[in-house]
């Protein structure tokens, strides 16, 4: 029976008779499978005269700490004159993703906390990745990659990149597992990556019209729930898959997003106005200085001097209203602002404006 509703899900589905447009595997997530951040302490060996400086005691610190572990220990005075220029302490990220089992392998981020002046060819030493309940979940260790230089001598210097910031691809073991016992559940939650109650509603009714029952429930706007149907005790994870393989129509939210930094606007074709009228000019204004020579009476006995003459001069372009019906598209909108001669940063100042008169149909999102 499982293998009959597989092969009619790919018969359906396979040549998109519905027609419609995402999967739910695209706009949702399973609640309770997600990455989790990792982080520790260690120190980068090997540095060519970069590292830290004594000022950075924890370094100090630290490689005493090490050494202990070899048998070596440091008295006071000999910690107060170690250098540690060929050492760096840094903190080790990485992110453990869902399902991963011991023996695998996961790229680790080292990031410099002392005064080191690069992180090129350094070697991390065995560091331990934890989470955030404490426990070790990751073991790190090897070469360093900054991808890039710094490099000089003297008041030159070159620098190419973050020197003080590197990778390690694969350069994390794991060593404990997040088991996550998904075929033991009798029901499981669909989060939404963009919350909207419209979507939340299409995804429950596209799952209970292929299975034809009702086993999918909208819990807000934000999650659906999912009950396992006796079929599918056992076998969650099937019917996840086929789950995520299901296409519903996407909630599309006009959205207009400004970016001041840059002076980019970027604009949603289903983004309308209502009736509106716009004025557009432009105001130059122009200061200029022109130096005169000052020459005295010759019996004055006053010395020769240069004048500074400014001149300022303001030339307003000639407004233009651009009127709009209702329903107006953006595309329209911004061929008129296109041919009224506004720059991308006059279009982010009008749509402000009309999003505070309530003329525009969209998200206004400043970056």
């Not at 209203?321 to 602002?337: C, D, E, I, N």
């Amino acid at each position: 029976m499982k293998k009959l509703i597989t092969a009619v899900f790919v018969l359906l589905f396979g040549i998109n008779a519905f027609g419609f447009e995402v999967k739910i595997g695209d706009v949702t997530n399973v609640v309770g499978v997600r990455n989790n951040q990792l982080v520790g302490y260690g120190l980068v060996v090997g540095l060519a005269g970069t590292g830290d400086g004594t000022s950075s005691y924890f370094t100090v610190q630290s490689i005493a700490n090490a050494l202990k572990h070899f048998g070596v220990t440091l008295s006071s005075s000999a910690m107060q004159s170690l250098q540690v220029k060929n050492i760096a302490a840094v903190l080790v990220t990485a992110t453990l993703p869902p399902f991963a089992k011991q023996g695998d392998r996961i790229d680790v981020t080292v990031s410099s906390i002392g005064d080191a002046k690069s992180l090129q060819g350094g070697t991390l030493i065995m560091t331990p990745l934890k989470g955030p309940d404490g426990k070790v979940y990751a073991v790190a260790q090897g070469p360093v990659s900054i991808g890039g230089y710094n490099m000089g001598g003297g008041a030159t210097k070159v620098r190419k990149n973050h020197p003080t910031v590197g990778r390690i691809p694969n350069g994390a073991i794991v060593e404990n597992q997040v088991d996550v016992d998904i075929n033991s559940k009798s029901s499981f939650m669909l989060a939404l990556k963009s919350p909207n109650f419209t979507m939340a509603t299409r995804v429950a009714e596209a799952i209970n019209r292929f299975y034809r029952r009702q086993m999918a429930f909208p819990v807000d706007g934000g999650s659906v729930k999912v009950v396992v149907p006796p079929l599918y005790r056992g076998d969650v994870v099937e019917l996840i898959s086929q789950i995520n393989q299901l296409s519903v129509n996407q909630v599309s939210v006009p959205r207009v997003v400004l970016d001041e930094k840059t002076g980019t606007v970027v604009v949603g074709g289903d983004v309308t106005v209502e009736p509106v009228s716009i004025s557009h000019g432009n105001l130059t204004v122009t200061i200029t200085t022109t130096k005169t020579v000052s020459q005295p009476n010759p019996l004055a006995g006053g010395k020769t001097t240069t004048v500074a003459n400014k001149k300022v001069n303001v030339e307003e372009g000639k407004g233009k209203f651009l009127t709009f019906p209702k329903g107006a598209t953006v595309s329209q909108l911004v061929q008129a602002l296109n041919k009224a001669g506004a720059t991308p940063r006059d279009m982010m100042a009008i749509f402000q404006a009309l999003k505070a008169a309530g003329a525009l149909n969209a998200e206004l999102e400043m970056m």
